[in-house]
């Protein structure tokens, strides 16, 4: 038999050839990663500019030039605006064209929304109508004056009326058939001065105010509409009661949360299951202004304890009462609403020398993207709108879609 002969020198060359393409192989895929990661840290270093830092320009597009008188507001509504005022409202899906209009002849018109249904009520009055994307659902004529209202995402409307001797808290499903009918006076459990309903139309949170000889008290309830069997009985899943404290406004944050906001307190509940306070948030000063949407709230908080370092301290929480954002500013102004991460406060009212239209917009870690004066006659809001740092802006006079720029580029 033959013997099988090797030849070690041609397979040591092979195998040290084979070595240095793995080396090389290797160095490659780190020299990949390594560029990789410079790549991945430029654009988020790029991201965190263009996220977190100010512009000091700004520039005016696609102007609508209107007739508004001072009491229009806008507000952003399904995909488009909602634009109302003592004379009517109509629906907008681009600033200045109106897909449905209704004409009205309210004396102090209020709106309240959901992300599908709206109303719009005359306070103090006894109507109140019904509204989606394509007009007027339903219009309602109340037998007692109407006080507040907001609405499900289902068109479940709850609303207090304001009777001779007690008020009542009633709600409406989108037929207009009346749901719940609830009266109470001062005597009573007191007045209903404040309440909500859940997004998905299953839960009332009313506050009432009594007082009892010198002393005060503010009651906080949760019902359950998921389980009424009569109209004129809702079953109570629970509340809470708080001695010498007013809170005027309550809000579902989602289904199952709810804040309840007095002068300088505010409460977050749970009512999934039997309603339990999970955060109580105290304040050492007065609250300004408070601000919401579905995620954060946000308080602006007299800073009369050192004036010297700002105005106000601006904070913001999550819906579980964790704080988000602690930071002083020193600004002034007449509104302020939050929009995903981006809290804009503005200064528009009309003076008798001058007009004042200055805007501060901030981020969530409270950056501010923008402070300075907008050209125009009177801001009225701010809205954003599709772009990076693009907005509406409504003037008395004008819209205009306003994109910031770190650098001039002409107005």
Known sequence: MAKQIYNYELFTNKKDELAKIRKKAARNRRIKILLLALILAGTAIVAYILFNSKCNYYTYKDKVDTE????????????????????????QKQFGRAEWNIALSYEHPFLAKSDSYAVLGDKGENTLILLNKNGKVREFTLKYPLLQATVSEQGIIQMILEGSDSNYVQVYGKNGKLIADMRSSIEEKGYPITAAISPNGTQLAVSYYSINGNTSKTSIAFYDLSRQLQSDSIPLKGGFDYTNTIIPKVSFMDDNTVAAFGSKVTYFYNIEDSPNEKKKLEFDQQIQSVFENEDYVGYIINNSA?????????????????RKLNHIVDMNY???????????????????????????IFNIKGNILFQGELEGDSIETIVPAKGWRTYHVVFRDKIVKMQLQFWKNGK
């Open 68 to 91: 508004d008188s001072g009491d229009v507001s806008y507000e952003n509504f399904d995909e488009g605006y909602l634009k109302y005022s003592s004379n009517g409202i109509e629906y």
């Open 306 to 322: 050192n004036p010297e370092k700002g105005k106000y301290i601006l904070q913001v929480y999550n819906k579980k009462g964790a």
């Open 334 to 360: 007449d509104s302020i609403s939050m929009w995903g991460k981006e809290i804009i406060a503005v200064r528009g009212n009309e003076c008798t020398i001058f007009n004042i239209n200055e805007c501060t």
